[in-house]
């Protein structure tokens, strides 16, 4: 059976969204297992079948990559007497996307719709996608749109009340492509890992100006660069951090932003700056560093070229993107910056800088001692308990974000019982570091996820974490602790950890795989004791930290996020892009009507006309392309065409445009009857009569 890039289900007719969402994948040049037929990358489920296809692992949905599910309220209740019943529907509904969404191990990404202007529920629509987006707060393998945003085009080009008539199409092509846009997007960021640090230069990107130059007086800060300020607030609220990288005077930077206490950023908001006039590929490692997180972790915005073009050089890790020189464009170009969307976050996210803060404070301390008299004045607090409820988003993040410290690689947790890690010190919170996954076999207790933040490495919480799992197993009678090992490229800091174990290794499942077994005693007994490695390791404070491996996808990407972001930014701008991927064979004597109906099908259809001979059903058409089609002659021409008419094997290019001018033609005569029947019925007798005799004479 072959699998699918993108399986889509709906309560409409939504086929006219696959055009728009292959385009995207394309676009995104998406690695999909599609058994070879491109067909394959996006498959719909039945008409209005969402729930069957939902619970069905042998659906569209169930063979996916992603999964697409879009409703609109009044397919599912009765209008205004089914307010009722929208409750009821959306818990179904939820129940049903996180059966599906746990079966297949994929995301779902589910857009509640709008409603009909002619028979649809503003109310219901409004409740039904209240009660869904609070449903799936958080997820991270669900994830709800109540709107098209940013790419919602105006009130007037989103329903075609035509083509919903004639065969349930309910939106323009417009809103399709605006539709497929949103929900590409949101799948993006749902499987794409996000960047942890946004850097950014100053001059001409934070304000219009060079602070040297005009002074810190002198450069402009207006509302477009304002917005900007506005969606780096957005960011460092959601957890990324944010770093300055300028080549200016410090203090005049810093100048600045005293100036201005307006802005929505401080630089208490400001985890660290490399402000000087060292290379900023430099700089950049040097951030990375005093962070300890990799280069692959930074998003860099500039709006010089040049030094665009040295990072990449220098730093080719590291996701570097020019942001158009006009404000209100570098505005745009942030809205439209889909590396910089966030879909679940945790407050343990809303507490990165200042964790980073303190990580500094303590960096500064630990550098006037020994690492060993360091960690014991660091009055250091690690609590471990089963998780809950409420620790789940920060378990799935924790799973899906730790490299370094992650014994197993394990991305997904299958274990009997999870327990978390809170970590503290005299320097504040960290929050949830840590996590563990067991489950009971014979006389072992086996821990298949055994993974600690890269922020609490080297304090020996990865020793009371092992110390733990030995308490526990032998309060239970059991003999043995396993952990399960996996090498990655990242996951070095785990194997040194094991490999300073009183551990007997069994492999299983290839070399790259094994269970690293202790007697329960000695698992309960172990103690983290600094030493000379260790010391050489940490070495001077803001020194520690990866320089970040080389991601050639991250590399190369800069040019694709660039593209949507300056250039597919709209619906009307899709659709120009997708109609150039299809191009028109231009034929010698055709008509203007006739090279407008080649365009339309060119762009409907499977095979794209080179004649006007050409028939719509001999090109691949069908039913719901002849009605996407009328649609758009209807949109185009002001013209209605008959079923009769097309129904036909003569259903030729020639022959549609001889149909279109004749029922041109028709509605201008009847409108020019209408006329003179309206400027008549104006008349008195006498001006009637007056009329006639000057005819008559």
């Given at each position: ?63 996916a990559g992603a999964a697409v599910v879009l409703v609109r309220a009044e397919d599912m209740v009765a209008g205004q007497d089914g307010l009722d019943e929208v409750e009821a529907v ?424 094994a269970w690293y077994v202790l007697d329960a005693a000695d698992a309960a007994a172990v103690v983290h004791t600094p030493g000379p490695a260790e010391e050489r390791a940490a070495g ?118 001889k149909a279109i001018e004749e029922r041109q033609l028709a509605d201008a005569d009847d409108e020019e009857l209408a006329g003179l029947l309206d400027e008549l019925a104006g008349l ?14």
């Amino acid at each position: 059976m072959n699998k699918i890039g993108v399986g889509v289900a709906a309560t409409f007719t939504a086929e006219p969204l696959g055009d728009a969402l292959r385009f995207w994948l394309a676009e995104l040049d998406a690695q999909l297992d599609a058994g070879g037929d491109a067909e394959e990358a996006v498959a719909f489920a039945p008409y209005d079948q969402v729930f069957p296809s939902l619970l069905d692992s042998g659906s569209v949905l169930g063979r996916a990559g992603a999964a697409v599910v879009l409703v609109r309220a009044e397919d599912m209740v009765a209008g205004q007497d089914g307010l009722d019943e929208v409750e009821a529907v959306a818990t179904d509904l939820a129940a049903a996307l996180r059966t599906s969404a746990r079966a297949s191990g994929t995301p779902h990404v589910l857009v509640v719709c709008p409603p009909s202007p002619e028979h649809g529920s503003p109310e219901a629509h409004a409740r039904l996608a209240s009660k869904l987006a609070r449903a799936f707060e958080g997820d991270r393998a669900v994830s709800v749109l109540t709107s098209a945003e940013p790419y919602e085009p105006a009130p007037e080009a989103v329903h075609d009340a035509f083509a919903d008539r004639t065969g349930n199409v309910p939106y323009t092509d417009r809103y399709f492509a605006a539709l497929a846009a949103a929900a590409v997007r949101r799948l993006h960021a749902m499987t794409t890992p996000r960047p942890k640090v946004v850097a950014v230069d100053c001059d001409g990107t934070l304000w219009d100006g060079v602070v040297g130059e005009d002074g810190p007086d002198g450069v402009v800060i207006g509302p477009e660069r304002m917005e900007m300020w506005r969606e780096l607030a957005r960011q460092v609220a959601a957890g990324r951090l944010l770093c300055l990288c300028s080549k200016n005077e410090e203090k005049d930077v810093r100048e600045v932003f005293a100036r201005h206490p307006e802005l929505p950023v401080g630089l208490d908001d400001v985890a660290a700056m490399r402000v000087g006039w060292e290379a900023k590929s430099q700089a950049l490692r040097s951030l990375a560093a005093e962070l300890d997180l990799g280069l692959d972790s930074f998003v860099f915005l500039d709006d010089s070229p040049v030094e665009c073009a040295e990072v990449r050089a220098g730093c080719p890790e590291v996701l570097t993107l020019r942001l158009p020189a006009d404000a209100a464009e570098a505005a745009a170009f942030l809205r439209h910056c889909w590396p910089l969307d966030l879909v679940a976050v945790t407050e343990a996210d809303r507490e990165r800088t200042r964790r980073y803060q303190e990580e500094r404070q303590r960096e500064q301390a630990r550098g006037e001692m020994s690492l060993a008299d360091f960690f014991a004045t660091l009055d250091l607090r690690v609590t471990i308990t089963p998780a809950g409820p409420e620790h789940e988003a920060r378990a799935a993040q924790l799973a899906e974000r730790t490299n370094q410290f992650n014994l197993s690689g394990a991305r997904r947790l299958d274990g009997d019982e999870k327990f978390v890690v809170d970590l503290s010190d005299r320097f504040g919170d960290y929050g949830v570091v840590g996590l563990t996954d067991v489950r009971t076999e014979g006389d072992t207790l086996r821990a298949g996820a055994f993974l600690l933040s890269c922020r609490a490495l080297g304090r020996g919480v990865e020793h009371r974490m092992l110390a733990h799992l030995g308490a526990l197993a032998r309060e239970r009678g059991l003999a043995r602790v396993a952990l399960a090992f996996r090498a990655t490229e990242r996951n070095q800091p785990a194997r040194d950890f094991l490999a300073a174990l009183p551990a007997t290794v069994e492999p299983y499942d290839g070399e790259e795989a094994a269970w690293y077994v202790l007697d329960a005693a000695d698992a309960a007994a172990v103690v983290h004791t600094p030493g000379p490695a260790e010391e050489r390791a940490a070495g001077p404070a803001g020194t520690t930290g990866p320089a970040g491996s080389v991601d050639a996808a991250a590399s190369a990407g800069w040019a694709a996020v660039e593209r949507i972001a300056t250039r597919l930014t709209g619906a009307d701008a899709i659709l120009d892009a997708m109609r150039a991927a299809r191009p028109v064979t231009e034929v010698a004597g055709a008509s203007p009507v006739e090279a407008t109906v080649m365009r339309m099908w060119a762009e409907l259809l499977d095979v794209a006309p080179t004649s006007v001979s050409d028939g719509f059903f001999q090109l691949g058409g069908h039913s719901l392309r002849l009605v996407q089609f009328m649609a758009r002659v209807r949109a185009e021409f002001g013209v209605e065409l008959p079923f009769d008419t097309l129904y036909t094997t003569s259903f030729t290019v020639a022959e549609v445009a001889k149909a279109i001018e004749e029922r041109q033609l028709a509605d201008a005569d009847d409108e020019e009857l209408a006329g003179l029947l309206d400027e008549l019925a104006g008349l008195s007798d006498e001006e009637i009569d007056a009329l006639l005799d000057s005819g008559n004479g």
